[in-house]
């Protein structure tokens, strides 16, 4: 589908063992039985919206979804035409949206030195743009969380520092002002810790989540980008200073040391994060939000493929932690 203009929007307001592993045999993943809304960001198994969802409904019997982009176009881009039909797609499959995955303070910070971990044209459809945008941005994401029924919008902090000392305390008061905007029209703003911007860590989501006391402000926590930054052990040893009162949302994707030396992502089920303890810490800790798989890792053929490999070893670790 092609979008017509952003002005006519904001007017309008895997291999054969994983296929295996990926067959409806737990009907308890679309059951109460579990604590948590286990999920899959849509475009890490189709740029085709309606087979993302027939696959993460009718694969992975799940109830919830992510959505980040779909037929090429970044969620914050989408046009009326497009959320209408994604909107009937969700209704054919009886999905639920967990959160607008929007791209919101991917940017530079004004007046401070040029990040290099600037995006590299990785932004998943969306193109970068100034921080005098990122208003509109979120003004848009509400919206979109609106027409997707969900009370959760996705954001960053900004493009890393190598120093964030001078700027901290004003990117933490962006970061206050635009939660409180969310709060004021029912919506929350999540903040994922992301491996190229400021708050990449679980140390740092502790700091920035203790700075920033307002309730319209949780945590996206992803343990595998606070691995990417450096920081392997992220859990279980940076997870106890997280407030786990804030925690609202959590990405599941692995990491591990590649030959060569460097991180590397990895398949859920192998790498730095036990997901199983993970998700029984989650659990334990009254955590009941959605767990959504974003697999990044790309060893099989396709992005489907390798995400049908990271479902079986996520579902394994749900099942093990007793959360499927």
Same mark, same amino acid.
Request: aromatic share 10%; with cysteine.
């Given at each position: 589908m092609r979008g017509i203009s952003r002005r006519g929007f904001v007017a309008a307001a895997g291999t054969a063992a994983a296929a295996c592993a990926t067959r409806?045999?737990?009907?308890?993943?679309?059951?109460?039985?579990?604590?948590?809304?286990?999920?899959?960001?849509?475009?890490?198994?189709?740029?085709?919206?309606?087979?993302?969802?027939?696959?993460?409904?009718?694969?992975?019997?799940?109830?919830?979804?992510?959505? *980040?982009?779909?037929?090429?176009?970044?969620?914050?881009?989408?046009?009326?035409? &497009?959320?209408?039909?994604?909107?009937?797609?969700?209704?054919?499959?009886?999905?639920?949206?967990?959160?607008?995955?929007?791209?919101l303070f991917k940017t530079d910070w004004p007046g401070a030195p040029r990040s290099p971990y600037g995006s590299k044209g990785d932004m998943h459809?969306?193109?970068?743009?100034?921080?005098?945008? &990122?208003?509109?941005?979120?003004? *848009?994401?509400?919206?979109?969380?609106?027409?997707?029924?969900?009370?959760?919008?996705?954001?960053?902090?900004?493009?890393r520092l190598e120093d964030v000392t001078l700027y901290r305390a004003a990117i933490d008061e962006k970061l206050r002002s635009a939660a409180e905007v969310c709060g004021k029209q029912g919506i929350q703003l999540v903040l994922e810790n992301e491996f190229a911007c400021n708050t990449a860590t679980g140390r740092e989501a502790a700091r920035t989540m203790n700075a920033i006391k307002t309730p319209h402000l949780a945590l996206n926590w992803d343990p595998g980008n606070?691995?990417?930054?450096?920081?392997l052990d992220a859990f279980p040893v940076a997870w106890q200073s997280i407030p786990k009162d804030r925690i609202h949302h959590c990405h599941v994707k692995n990491a591990v040391k590649g030959v060569d030396g460097k991180i590397e992502w990895a398949p859920v089920d192998k790498g730095f994060i036990d997901w199983a303890a993970q998700f029984r810490a989650l659990k334990d800790a009254g955590f009941r939000e959605a767990v959504s798989l974003e697999t990044h890792w790309h060893g099989e053929a396709t992005p489907e493929a390798s995400t049908r490999v990271s479902w079986a070893g996520m579902k394994h670790a749900l099942e093990g932690a007793g959360t499927l």
């Open positions: 409806p045999l737990f009907s308890m993943a679309k059951s109460s039985q579990s604590p948590f809304r286990i999920s899959v960001i849509n475009d890490e198994i189709s740029p085709d919206f309606d087979h993302a969802c027939y696959v993460a409904s009718h694969d992975f019997e799940m109830q919830w979804i992510e959505v *980040r982009s779909m037929w090429g176009t970044n969620v914050s881009e989408l046009s009326q035409a &497009q959320i209408d039909e994604s909107n009937k797609i969700l209704d054919k499959y009886k999905l639920q949206v967990t959160d607008i995955a929007s791209p459809g969306a193109a970068e743009v100034t921080f005098k945008k &990122q208003d509109e941005i979120l003004e *848009r994401s509400i919206a979109l969380a609106k027409a997707f029924k969900t009370d959760k919008v996705r954001c960053f902090d900004f493009w606070a691995v990417m930054r450096g920081e």
